[in-house]
């Protein structure tokens, strides 16, 4: 097994629904181990894109290679190897964990025996009891996320897809669910996850950023926040409140700020610009250097698309 | 705070908007109520045609002869003649007829002496294991005894009074349908029933759509009140299900051409009522489940089994135990029943509805207050 | 027209089986941009129906004052703004149909809702789809819209519920930017929100855990309370706990 093994590969993507292109034009290679975030808003195209790679979805225009097959054409080849964790709760409420596991494991064909053996493990591994008595819809949030993971790798994909696993769980299922998540990619799992947590996609070893269609940025979490602010972003805080004529001022001269509380961020590469800008109101705040932030990487990205 | 009307036109221009908007609500309103009745109205034919009915004539005179004539004549009898206890023995074996008929000896004499507390006599043996024809039947008999009653008047002008006196209590009963058309009793029974249930069913979602899509919280926010959301409902589907009255209508009279006798002004005015009536109870509904699923179940179980079961439309009031008598007054479908078929088939002042207006007055003012009073201003469960 | 103070004394609140406050105490001050933090389920949605007056509690109060004027619920109601978490938007109004429809609820005379409306559409940049139906709008333009309508009336108390969840960046970045350009000495705002990183973007935070009300106050200030540098720790140590 070779860890720069490319499992997915994705070149000039483009699908269409109609006139709308939901994907559009999008290039980028996953490999083997590899923990890859896929970010962006509702209706960025993040789902339309994991779709056409399983096979869900045919391609307007481009291709979709999983380990070297066409998605398109060899379907049946890659299903078995494919575990996808959909963004909506996909068990049945009122069976149990376990039925629901039966269920799915029949619907790759294996006996009861292996959907047996299998679901230990993984129960084990996910460290939830293996005979849960309730139905599904009595289960607290973070414990049905997690079934509904075990559900997916019952089958023990290469390639796990999760969609938005973590949307309106707390804390601490976060924490418990990643902490899963870089255990199965260090057994070898590909796994691909979307959100739109920026704080959870700094655990990712490479995220994009899409945006209508388009991957705006790509890289690992310290790449983008290099490449995006080689300039650090500035925390100001106020000592009068001055606030809004300085965030008019700012704006005036082209230069980002957002309210945070009693403070301002400010993304200011032109640090001459940043002080033109701010010279009247020298006296009413104090600044420091902050680190970027992947929500600040991403409206980077954006708001620099929109310019060019 | 006080009743706003500019918010209650609010909430139904913005319903109006809802409706204009969603085809297929607006498609199944207007066009189901044309589908269902004209499809009754058409297709079920509850008349019996050409029925056999044995007969065994033992009086044997001109005047049963003549009866048995007119009887034949009507249509709705194939009338086979049986001699003698063998020929009897034999027909009942062969089980083919669901009748016989029995003539008694002395008829003629009986009825040419037309003695009021000695009439003449004719004896109908129906099978009973299929009620429906039975009692049909017998209706329909009497229909022919008055029949007869009247041609027998007619040739023996001596004898008029007291044929017009026999015949009088058998009259009565089809005065209104004397050709026994069941054509004549369904469509506008059926355009009650199909327009009250539709009128349900329409408002108890729009509530309970409110819940579900959870507008409904951002509405409870605002000043609006719950009188001014249910005056704002009620209008624009009043207006859609007046309109549907309005083709019935049409449809019934112009099509089916079924004699409308009544006032015009008070078959109107009974509409409104009556749907007014029925889309308040579907607010009530509504306010009460607040999901669409729970409402459109209950919709189908207040609106629809009453419509059939205690109206009258299927199974007549008067015939029903006396506790049913009195439980079907609870639902405004019997009175609106009355108030249409009596409309639509004789000419009766208004007056001698007033029984029967009161109670769906009574109804729809009873459901307004009470959607009013259900509906929550808060989001507590 | 100052904005509204309101104060939870000591609420308590059973949803169904679940107690979903309990014996909350919190004070949103007037004129300041106040953050209820808290994952799901902790009783965010409960607080803010409370203080929407759509929700009673089963003990203690709460309380509305202006300038130390007290208000009644009544009163307070008819000046709150609310929005609520889950789509309650016409699928198939248009955004401007929207406005017009709380312009009459909120019975606004047309010579003064018309600056108001181009003054929010202008703001929120809403103005190119003012025609377009709010069922086909984009996350962060719904609740954009949802906003427009709850500001026609000029609340003096503006309650969010998860305005920013399921919203991209941008979007979430203007949807704050909003919230601070009409959040004022005119009004009081009072936004929940599941994303731990957005409690540093309001000036008070208040904490809420399974229904307790862990801490409020400035959102450094409870850091340095716990002890952590970032908010999701707090849930993490009150859960180990």
Known sequence: ?308 | MMFSWRRARSVAYKEYKHILRDPFTLIVTLVLPLVFVGMFGFVIDLDYKHMRVYVRDNDQTSVSRRFLQEVASSGYFNLTPVHGQFQLDQALQRNDSPALMVIRSGFGRRVRAANPGEPGQIQLLADGTDNVQASIMGTYLQGAVQKANAVFARDNPELADAAAQAGEQVRSRFLFNPELNSRWFIVPALSTIIIGFLAIVLTALTVAKEWENGSMELLLSTPVRPAEIVLGKLVPYFLLTFFDVLVVFVLAVYVFRIPFLGSFIFYMAACWVYITGALALGLVISVVTRQQQAAIQFAFAVGLLPSFIFSGFIFPIENMPLFFRYFTALFPQRWFLLISRTVFLSDAAPATLATAFGAIVLFAAAMIVLAVQKFKTDVEP | MPALRAQVRGVSKKMGRAQALRQVDALFDAGKVHGIIGPNGAGKTTLIRLLAGLLHPDTGSVSYSEGGQKFSSAQAKRVTGYFPQEPSLYPDLTCEEHLEFFRDLYALPQEEFEPRARELLQATGMEPFKDRAAGKLSGGMYKKLGLMCVLLNRPKLLLLDEPTVGVDPVSRQELWDLVYGFAGENMTVVVSTSYMDEAGRCAQVHVLSDGQMLASGAPQAVMRQFGVNDFAEIFLNHERK
């Open chain 1, 1 to 308: 097994m070779n860890e720069n093994e490319t499992v997915i590969r994705v070149k000039d993507l483009v699908v269409a629904f109609g006139s709308f292109h939901a994907v559009d034009g999008v290039s980028f290679d996953v490999h083997r181990g590899e923990i890859f975030g896929f970010l962006g808003a509702n209706g960025a195209g993040k789902t339309t894109t994991i779709r056409t790679i399983c096979g869900l979805l045919n391609p307007s225009a481009g291709t979709v290679e999983v380990n070297g097959h066409d998605v398109s054409s060899s379907t049946a080849v890659l299903k078995p190897l494919i575990g996808y964790m959909s963004q909506k709760f996909t068990l049945y409420p009122d069976l149990t964990v376990r039925e629901n596991m039966n269920f799915a494991g029949s619907l790759y064909g294996m006996s009861p025996r292996q959907i047996a053996a299998r679901a230990h493990k993984l129960m084990e591994f996910i460290g939830l009891p293996e005979n849960i008595p309730d139905p599904v819809s009595h289960l607290s949030g973070g414990v049905k996320q997690m079934a509904a993971l075990a559900s997916a790798l019952l089958h023990d994909p290469e390639l796990v897809f999760l969609d938005e696993p973590t949307a309106g769980t707390s804390p601490q299922t976060r924490v418990a669910f990643w902490a899963l998540i870089r255990r199965l990619a260090q057994l070898g799992k590909t796994v691909f996850v979307t959100t739109h947590y920026m704080d959870e996609a700094e655990y990712c070893g490479r995220i994009a950023l899409m945006e209508r269609g388009k991957i705006v940025a790509m890289g690992t979490p310290e790449e983008l926040k290099k490449e995006f602010f080689p300039v650090k972003p500035l925390e100001l805080t106020f000592l009068h409140p001055v606030q809004n004529a300085l965030r008019a001022a700012l704006a005036q001269a082209g230069i980002a700020s957002a309210v945070f509380g009693n403070n301002l961020r400010v993304r200011a590469p032109d640090r001459a610009a940043f002080e033109r800008a701010t010279a009247p109101f020298r006296n009413d705040f104090t600044v420091c250097e902050t680190n970027p932030t992947l929500e600040d990487v991403f409206l980077q990205a954006v708001s620099g698309r929109k310019k060019a």
